[in-house]
């Protein structure tokens, strides 16, 4: 059972920036797995944020975060990031990383999509403090 762990997310003030980390416990996780990050507001909806493909290495980012957000893999730490710039309230939630494996049928057009992933975190907490 693939277990994974978010860290990096903390207080930040309007402008700063946050890198985000995903690992995986006991498994291999970079080129296995496709990833998504997702975040989610107390009472509201989960919101798809950015996701990455393993097979094709493309990236998607929800329209608020392109230009702000990065998504990236680091092979040799068996990380996911998510690099975070220009932070402003509207980013203030919980983040979390999602993965589904790379074996599985995975449409790009729906990264974004909860029901895409198989595997979540427990999240991390981000906030802008104004």
């Known amino acids: 059972q693939l277990q994974l762990v978010e860290s990096g997310g903390g207080l930040v003030q309007s402008g700063g920036s946050l890198r985000l980390s995903c690992v995986a416990s006991g498994f291999t996780l970079v080129d296995r797995y496709n990833i998504g990050w997702f975040r989610q507001v107390p009472g509201k909806e989960r919101e798809g944020v950015s996701c990455v493909s393993t097979k094709s290495g493309n990236t998607n980012y929800v329209e608020s975060a392109k230009g702000r957000f990065t998504i990236s893999r680091d092979n040799a730490k068996d990380a996911v990031y998510l690099q975070m710039n220009g932070l402003n309230p509207e980013d203030t939630a919980i983040y979390f990383c999602?993965?589904?494996?790379?074996?599985?049928?995975?449409?790009?057009?729906?990264?974004?999509?909860?029901?895409?992933?198989?595997?979540w975190g427990r999240g991390t907490p981000v906030t802008d403090s104004s």
């Open positions: 999602a993965a589904v494996n790379n074996m599985k049928y995975y449409s790009e057009d729906a990264c974004l999509r909860q029901r895409t992933y198989d595997y």
